[in-house]
C-alpha cells in the first residue's frame, strides 16, 4: 500500500515540486496520473516523523484513495500517452481534516483534479464544479522549448558548452536516459551538472510544467560542441538494425549550447 506510514522511514525522499508530501515510492501514479486503491496521502512531511501522535498536531489534511482498484504494472511498462488519458478518469477518496472524515460517503472527481490539488495544495480543485485543470506540460513539451534556458546555459558555462537536457523524476525512461548522459559525460565536465527547476532555467510556462520535471545543465571542461555531439549520441542513441541513414537528432534529447 502506497503512502501507508512507515515509522523511522529512512531515507524517505518526496517530490520537491508537489505541494502535498508527495513520496518518490508514489512515482508510477504520478507517472501515469492513477492513484490507487489504498493510496494515502498527507499535506506535509511532518506527517512521516515517528512520533503519530506528534505528526498529528501537523497535519491538516490527509486522504485515501477507494478507487479504482490496483492494478499491476509500472510506469516503464505504459505508453507516452497514458498520462493524459488518465487525466479525465474517475477516482474517488476519503477526505480528512484534522484526522475527521470530510462529509458523508466519498468525494468522486478526477484523477487530474486529485494530481491537481496535490500538486498545488488546492483541495477546492476536487470539487467538479471548479475549473478544470489544465494537464501539465510534459518532459518532452519542456525538451522542445529548452532554447529558453540558453541564457542560463551561458551564466554556467567555463568557456566551453553546455549540454542542457530536462528530466522528469517520476519517468523511469526519462531517469535512465539522464543516468546515461551522466556517465558519459561524467569525466569532460567542469563540476557536477546543475539541477533547476524549470522557473530557475528561465522556462517562461514554468508554472504549467509538471511539477516532476527538472531541467539538467552539463557545464563541460574541454570539450568542442562536436565532441560533445558525439559524447551524447553514443549515450542515448541506438540505431536500428535495418537503418540505412543515421536518425540521430540533439533536439529530441536536449541541445547544446
Request: proline share 4%.
Given at each position: 500500500?502506497?503512502?501507508?506510514?512507515?515509522?523511522?522511514?529512512?531515507?524517505?525522499?518526496?517530490?520537491?515540486?508537489?505541494k502535498?508530501?508527495?513520496q518518490?515510492?508514489?512515482?508510477?501514479?504520478?507517472?501515469?496520473?492513477?492513484?490507487?486503491?489504498?493510496?494515502?496521502?498527507?499535506?506535509?512531511e511532518?506527517?512521516?516523523?515517528?512520533?503519530?501522535?506528534?505528526?498529528?498536531?501537523?497535519?491538516?489534511?490527509?486522504?485515501?484513495?477507494?478507487?479504482?482498484?490496483?492494478?499491476?504494472?509500472?510506469?516503464?511498462?505504459?505508453?507516452?500517452?497514458?498520462?493524459?488519458?488518465?487525466?479525465?478518469?474517475?477516482?474517488?477518496?476519503?477526505?480528512?481534516?484534522?484526522?475527521?472524515?470530510?462529509?458523508?460517503?466519498?468525494?468522486?472527481?478526477?484523477?487530474?483534479?486529485?494530481?491537481?490539488?496535490?500538486?498545488?495544495?488546492?483541495?477546492?480543485?476536487?470539487?467538479?464544479?471548479?475549473?478544470?485543470?489544465?494537464?501539465?506540460?510534459?518532459?518532452?513539451?519542456?525538451?522542445?522549448?529548452?532554447?529558453?534556458?540558453?541564457?542560463?546555459?551561458?551564466?554556467?558555462?567555463?568557456?566551453?558548452?553546455?549540454?542542457?537536457?530536462?528530466?522528469?523524476?517520476?519517468?523511469?525512461?526519462?531517469?535512465e536516459?539522464?543516468?546515461?548522459?551522466?556517465?558519459?559525460l561524467?569525466?569532460?565536465?567542469?563540476?557536477?551538472?546543475?539541477?533547476?527547476?524549470?522557473?530557475?532555467?528561465?522556462?517562461?510556462?514554468?508554472?504549467?510544467i509538471?511539477?516532476?520535471?527538472?531541467?539538467?545543465?552539463?557545464?563541460?571542461?574541454?570539450?568542442?560542441?562536436?565532441?560533445?555531439h558525439?559524447?551524447?549520441?553514443?549515450?542515448?542513441?541506438?540505431?536500428?538494425?535495418?537503418?540505412?541513414?543515421?536518425?540521430?537528432?540533439?533536439?529530441?534529447?536536449?541541445?547544446?549550447?
Amino acid at each position: 500500500m502506497r503512502g501507508v506510514r512507515f515509522l523511522g522511514d529512512i531515507g524517505m525522499e518526496f517530490f520537491s515540486g508537489f505541494k502535498w508530501a508527495v513520496q518518490k515510492a508514489f512515482s508510477d501514479a504520478v507517472a501515469l496520473c492513477r492513484f490507487e486503491e489504498g493510496d494515502i496521502l498527507y499535506d506535509t512531511e511532518k506527517a512521516y516523523i515517528d512520533n503519530w501522535e506528534k505528526a498529528c498536531k501537523f497535519i491538516e489534511h490527509s486522504l485515501q484513495v477507494r478507487y479504482p482498484a490496483r492494478v499491476g504494472g509500472g510506469a516503464s511498462e505504459k505508453g507516452g500517452g497514458v498520462f493524459s488519458g488518465n487525466w479525465g478518469s474517475e477516482v474517488r477518496i476519503d477526505l480528512y481534516k484534522n484526522q475527521e472524515k470530510v462529509g458523508v460517503g466519498q468525494i468522486t472527481t478526477t484523477q487530474g483534479r486529485l494530481y491537481t490539488a496535490l500538486w498545488k495544495g488546492d483541495i477546492s480543485i476536487l470539487k467538479k464544479e471548479s475549473e478544470e485543470p489544465p494537464i501539465p506540460l510534459t518532459v518532452q513539451d519542456v525538451t522542445k522549448t529548452l532554447d529558453q534556458a540558453t541564457q542560463k546555459a551561458k551564466e554556467l558555462s567555463v568557456g566551453f558548452p553546455v549540454f542542457v537536457m530536462a528530466r522528469d523524476l517520476s519517468n523511469p525512461v526519462s531517469r535512465e536516459k539522464y543516468s546515461k548522459v551522466l556517465t558519459k559525460l561524467k569525466k569532460h565536465l567542469h563540476d557536477i551538472p546543475n539541477i533547476l527547476t524549470p522557473e530557475k532555467a528561465g522556462l517562461i510556462q514554468f508554472e504549467n510544467i509538471a511539477p516532476t520535471v527538472e531541467v539538467a545543465f552539463f557545464p563541460m571542461n574541454g570539450t568542442s560542441a562536436e565532441e560533445l555531439h558525439e559524447l551524447v549520441k553514443s549515450a542515448v542513441y541506438v540505431p536500428s538494425k535495418n537503418a540505412k541513414k543515421d536518425m540521430f537528432r540533439i533536439s529530441t534529447h536536449g541541445m547544446i549550447v
